[in-house]
């Protein structure tokens, strides 16, 4: 389902770029078709990695291109050692507050930084548990390669490319590695690197904007590795404007893809997986001052081989424009 789901994204791409503007060449097609193949159906996603970060909720606003601002978000999962068929089933939840922004450096050139400030907690048959502190700070570039202008076309669209790196500032602690779910924590211990990709299609006041990012994580001090993640969305937006007043209602997708982390170069069982959320939300601003909020339900998700199971996420956020 998730291969098909990027596909669609992909052909999006094709179809609606005018032959002026396209980019797409058949020898970057049968690129991005590659990419889709190696997450065929049959691996066997088994897990996941379920540390909060902004990978797939996005790094960009709707209604303001360049902005700073406050956003939190919440996950909650449930978890159960699977050693039992009566073993309870215990919650986890990831709590983040991030500072964000992306920031014009030139005409065609935006950064973007993510400083997250995370507050977990998740039950245990002992007692609770809680960690608390910075995580891991993200530093992004977006090229615009495409920005269409002419009043006379009938769609528009842009593109952006970037990469960027996460910096090891939160606290990794290994005792955590062996628990159902690894990724409680506050960071990975390593650096890891961002490359991403995002098109946004308008028609009138109707737009799709669709996000793919990859994140290439390398091994840390303790010589754990986490398994490389793919993210991905796609949100179909509506923009009503109102005076100086723009709302935009939304709905969508988000999803991801784990890969297995490594100890010592050794493979690690239950430690990949997928799932894909359905995704609903709006902003609205007026003037420099804008605010959003969106909800995720999960469509089809497979983690840990059913030990952890995602119930919800959601986030909220204050935008000022620059």
Known sequence: MIKYTLLVMLISQIVF??????????????????????????????????????G????????TSNFIGLRYFNQSYKTNDGLYSNSPWLDQNFNTIQLWSRIPLSEKIQASVQIPYHYNTRELEEGNQSISGIGDITLLGLYRL????????????????????????????ESNNGSVNPSFQLGTGSWDYFLLTEYTLRKNKWGLNNMI???????NKKDYQFG???????????????????IAPQVGIA???????????????????????????????????????????PIQQNLTGGL??????WNVYFNYSL
Request: with cysteine; hydrophobic share 35%; glycine share 10%.
């Open 17 to 54: 770029a005018s032959e002026k503007d396209s980019l797409v060449t058949p020898s970057v097609f049968k690129q991005k078709l590659n990419l889709l193949n190696s997450f065929s159906d049959e691996d066997d996603c088994d897990a996941c990695g379920c540390s909060a970060s902004g």
């Open 255 to 297: 999803g991801e893809v784990y890969d297995s982390n490594e100890l010592r170069g050794l493979t690690l069982k239950n430690t990949s997986g997928d799932i894909l959320f359905s995704k609903i939300g709006f902003e609205m601003g007026k003037n420099k001052i804008s605010l959003g909020a969106h909800a995720f339900v």
């Open 213 to 219: 990012n990859y994140i290439i994580k390398t091994k």
């Open 308 to 313: 952890v199971e995602a119930n919800y996420r």
């Open 56 to 63: 797939s909720m996005g790094f960009a606003s709707i209604i």
């Open 228 to 246: 490389n993640q793919f993210n991905y969305g796609s949100t179909l937006f509506y923009l009503l404007e109102i005076n100086n007043f723009t």
């Open 146 to 173: 495409v920005q269409s202008h002419a009043d006379s076309l009938v769609y528009k669209h842009s593109v952006y490319l970037g990469g960027g790196l996460k910096i090891p500032t939160g606290a990794y602690d």
